[in-house]
Antibody, heavy 116, light 112 residues
Framework: EVQLVESGGGLVQSGGSLRLSCAAS????????MNWVRQAPGKGLEWVSY????????YYADSVKGRFTISRDNAKNSLYLQMNSLRDEDSAVYYC?????????WGQGTTVTVSS | QSVLTQPPSVSAAPGQKVTISCSGS????????VSWYQQLPGTAPKLLIY???KRYSGIPDRFSGSKSGTSATLVITGLQTGDEADYYC?????????????FGGGTKLTVL
């Protein structure tokens, strides 16, 4: 079964750091680019970051640029999001999603709560 | 404020048809494929339509998509109570100010 499973969310103080992980299974992870997308409570979807298959290209939303870093380990079939200098507005459910013909596969999400 | 504009809500009775619009610009919808997502309460989004008008695997033909210029449309026919969800459009964006990918603000569908 093709699957993405996020982990690493939790409660963190404003200004703190957190590292999210996304474990892929059921497909050849190294052949696909990957995204992180987030959804604040009661709000819509917001694209956060993109990484190419070989990690050679990375993009970030302006709202997280300079604070978040996307990375991947193809040997471990894993995607990561290092989040530093967290703000209240970063509180959200974070999804990893595979961008293949749209975003065809999504994880179940992991919740990040930033408390001031 | 989302880059793509969707109506906040739409409603219709079971069995009826509903249309959800998604408006953008040349830098996003005008030059990229549009996809549509359904998000049932408390769950992750699910891909419905990709490349403007292609149904994803397992999606019934009650769901259809189209694109014209800088706008896209999702049509759902034969509405069922199980279709009550939030619907989002998404596409790439070449505008430096928008980033790599953009979503609409979402449309809440109520089946009366």
């Amino acid at each position: 079964e093709v699957q993405l499973v996020e982990s690493g969310g939790g409660l963190v103080q404003s200004g703190g750091s957190l590292r999210l992980s996304c474990a892929a299974s059921g497909f050849t992870f190294s052949r696909y680019n990957m995204n992180w997308v987030r959804q604040a409570p009661g709000k819509g979807l917001e694209w956060v970051s993109y990484i190419s298959r070989s990690s050679s290209i990375m993009y970030y939303a302006d709202s997280v640029k300079g604070r978040f870093t996307i990375s991947r380990d193809n040997a471990k079939n894993s995607l990561y999001l290092q989040m530093n200098s967290l703000r209240d507005e970063d509180s959200a459910v974070y999804y990893c999603a595979r961008p293949y013909y749209g975003m065809d596969i999504w994880g179940q999400g992991t919740t990040v709560t930033v408390s001031s | 404020q989302s880059v793509l504009t969707q109506p906040p809500s739409v409603s219709a009775a079971p069995g009826q048809k509903v249309t959800i619009s998604c408006s953008g610009s040349i830098s996003n919808i005008g030059n990229n494929y549009v996809s549509w997502y359904q998000q049932l309460p408390g769950t992750a989004p699910k891909l419905l339509i990709y490349d403007n008008d292609k149904r994803y695997s397992g999606i019934p033909d009650r769901f259809s998509g189209s694109k014209s210029g800088t706008s896209a449309t999702l049509v759902i026919t034969g509405l069922q109570t199980g279709d009550e969800a939030d619907y989002y459009c998404g596409t790439g964006d070449s505008s430096l100010s928008a980033g790599h990918w953009v979503f609409g603000g979402g449309t809440k569908l109520t089946v009366l």
